[in-house]
């Protein structure tokens, strides 16, 4: 009996060639489009722009936007004051919106960007306001007091002790929170137009260098006339 042998295939791994000749390819979603790489942002040199660039970009332009508008607010500005910002909610500051005068501009923006647009001007006399956190009140408007005294009543009835005034310029004088109550007292402008009258009526010593004085000296002087005029009446009834 003859004995058959069968030969059966061998079992040797595949080669390195044959391995490195394969490619897998993952199956393609049909849902999902392919990436494309014009639809990423670009720069003028045409390198793709990354996403911390483009944020950067936005965020120097709104930083350029509030300058322009502080410089905007300075113009025909007779007082600009820093109040304390911390601790006012939303409301408390919409609030207080409504209660100041027409002429009267609140604007929220950091000390760095409003000292960059008051620098080289006079009220760059303003510094000494540059720390913490500040709203900024810009008067357009001769009225003084008239702007200061609805804050000082929005202050007492909220009970916002700690949100005093930081400083104040006016005329190019820096006025510290102490010396706040120099400018609530100032007089009205019918006030020293009735004073001015006054004087007018009266002998006229000194009347022209007064009237060459800035305003502030002027208030003052007015006031001290007046005064040496009524005590002068005064002693004339006796």
Not at 154 to 165: A, G, H, P
């Amino acid at each position: 009996m003859e004995a058959t042998l069968l030969s059966l295939p061998t079992s040797k791994p595949p080669s390195h060639h044959a391995l490195s000749s394969l490619s897998l390819t993952r199956p393609v979603n049909p849902f999902i489009a392919p990436p494309s790489s014009s639809a990423r942002p670009t720069g003028s040199s045409g390198k793709v722009r990354s996403p911390l660039t483009i944020r950067a970009a936005i965020s120097r332009s709104k930083k350029e936007e509030t300058v322009e508008s502080v410089k905007a607010q300075l113009e025909d500005c007779y007082f600009l004051a820093g109040i304390k910002y911390k601790g006012l909610t939303v409301k408390q500051f919409q609030e207080l919106r409504r209660c100041l005068p027409e002429k009267t501009k609140l604007l929220v923006a950091k000390n760095t960007l409003v000292y960059k647009a008051i620098e080289g001007t006079p009220w760059e006399a303003l510094k000494p306001c540059m720390k913490g956190m500040n709203v900024w009140l810009f008067v357009h408007s001769e009225e003084i007091p008239a702007a200061i005294k609805p804050y000082r009543a929005f202050q007492k009835e909220k009970k916002l002790e700690d949100n005093d005034f930081t400083g104040g310029v006016f005329e190019g004088k820096f006025y510290t929170p102490e010396e706040f109550k120099q400018l609530e007292s100032m007089p009205t402008r019918a006030e020293i137009y009735a004073k001015l009258l006054g004087s007018l009526q009266s002998p006229s010593i000194g009347l022209v260098s007064t009237l060459q004085a800035p305003a502030r000296e002027l208030v003052m002087v007015l006031k001290a006339y007046v005064q040496k005029l009524e005590e002068e009446g005064g002693g004339g009834e006796q």
